[in-house]
């Protein structure tokens, strides 16, 4: 989506439905933005009915498969019209590739064949349609079922290697031992819970959930503490509406910061000719910061209610916490907590979209024979688009993220003495982390080259300089870690980890793109 809030430009053309024209033009927000809106907040009330009345105790697998992608596929037409043949394509075409390629090769295939068609989709946008302006955006799906589809293809690549080391042990249970029919794959890819948002999941996750054994499994895993001696045999399945409740109250509190504080706050001010001239840079670091703060809640909707619309279909579960409740956490993709209390530029970054942090560690990190992290971010930044913003994003991540592992690992244990200078440490390094972000992030919202070297020149390149400077100095006193560790950099692979990250942020006692939602 382009920026939430924004009115539309004169010129601007939607390719989608036009019924919802009058409640774009009495909110002030563009056509294209109410429609998703509006398809999100019908896909919620939806899910509920496909969870009741779909319910897989009385209804066959292939009527749900059907109902969730036809129901998808309208979804895709009334949000961008013609446009959605852009979807449908690259889903028709590995279709193709997955039940004709050789097992060997499938992963590689599918791959080349969804970035590439994705890295067209970003060409044209960016530079043959003013920066996406004047058009419908729709490389947000595509994204989206980029990701699902390599995610299925790797998958069916490892289920025929299963006896290979690399997955001998945690990545077992998401192996795919057979190829997917026609209407599994159609509905894993356009299901209406995920088609615009997100996130991406497993396949098998969302095949269980389709045929009814995604909560009775997950139950079973946890026999020993859900109802005493007796276990599953008599816990019922839980119920989604509690989660569903407390995320969409989450929602309600974005929204209203971001009507309230954001549209207050916007990034472009950042680089003001009069505003980079006449500020000091205290003030100017200030203001950045704030901005940048106020930028998030709209992530923090969009991908909060995508959560909350899986939940509602019984979608979700990730099985009983420590303290023998239900969590519907499988697939949050962000822990607000998380990421606010963050003091390192690693624990930032393993709670904001955390699906796609799955997905890249999955087809690149854990792959990749060398240069892991440069691989990763590159691989991000090419999925998000070809604007120069996110390049200039993605390549200053990593020596931050160099120079950050380093000054942790050489300073830290310093301060672990007293509970206070541990509390002097937190605060600082949760300082460090926010303005490094801010800075790194920056030209993520700003797109383009010019705006992004203002900003830069405007606090004086200082977060490249500290970084280089840090990761060149402490490279010679600490050894590169082994992969066994440094393979967490991207961490939240695991259900577990996942359930970690996440459990805590989902309950409302604790608070549970780029302008795009990805």
Known sequence: LRRMGERAVPGFKTTGSKWLLPVSDFMGLPLDQVNFLACQLFA??????????????????????????????????????????????????????????????????????????LTVCHVSRAFIFNYGILSTDFSGPLM?????????????????????????????????????????????????????????????????????????????????????????????????????????????????????????????????????????????????????????????????????????????????????????????????LGIEAATSFKTFIDNWNIQTGIWLKTVCYDRAPNHKLALTFML????????????????????????????????RHCFLGSRGLKLGYDVLTWAATHLTICYTVMPFLLLAVEPTLVYYRSMYFHVHIISILAAIALHQKHKPREPSATTKTFSSASSSSISSSCSAQCQPAHSNNNDKVH
């Open 44 to 117: 919620l009330g939806a899910a509920f009915w496909f969870r009741l009345y779909l319910s897989p105790n009385h209804t066959s697998p292939l009527v749900r498969h059907a109902v969730a992608t036809l129901v998808g596929f309208f979804f895709l037409i009334f949000c961008f019209g013609w446009y959605s043949a852009h979807i449908l394509t690259v889903v028709a075409a590995n279709y193709l590739i997955i039940i004709k390629a050789n097992i060997n090769n499938v992963h590689q295939y599918s791959m080349l064949t969804a970035m590439g068609y």
């Open 380 to 411: 991000s930044a090419l999925w998000h688009g070809v604007y120069p913003g996110y390049y200039f994003t993605f390549i200053t991540a990593i020596p931050i993220t160099i120079a950050a592992r380093a000054i942790r690992k050489s300073v």
């Open 144 to 336: 989206i079922v980029t990701q699902k589809i390599t995610t299925l293809a790797f998958q069916l690549h490892d289920g025929k290697k299963e006896r290979m080391q690399m997955h001998a042990n945690s990545h077992t249970y998401t192996l795919i031992l057979v190829r997917p029919s026609l209407i599994e794959y159609l509905s894993y890819n356009l299901n209406f819970l995920s088609v615009l948002v997100g996130p991406c999941s497993n396949y098998k996750d969302y095949i269980d959930f389709i045929e009814g054994r995604h909560i009775s499994t997950r139950l079973r895993q946890h026999s020993g503490t859900c109802n005493g001696q007796n276990g599953y045999g008599k816990t019922p399945e839980p119920s989604p509406l509690k989660a569903v409740c407390q995320k969409l109250l989450i929602c309600c509190g974005c929204m209203l910061f971001f009507l309230i504080v954001t549209r207050s706050l916007p990034i472009t001010y950042n680089v003001d000719p009069l505003f980079v001239s006449e500020a000091p840079f205290i003030t100017r670091l200030t203001y950045a910061f704030l901005s940048i703060q106020a930028a998030r809640p709209k992530f923090y909707f969009a991908w909060t209610l995508a959560d909350a619309v899986n939940n509602a279909a019984g979608y979700g579960f990730l099985g009983m916490d420590e303290n023998g409740k239900p969590s519907w956490d499988l697939i949050c993709n962000l822990n607000i």
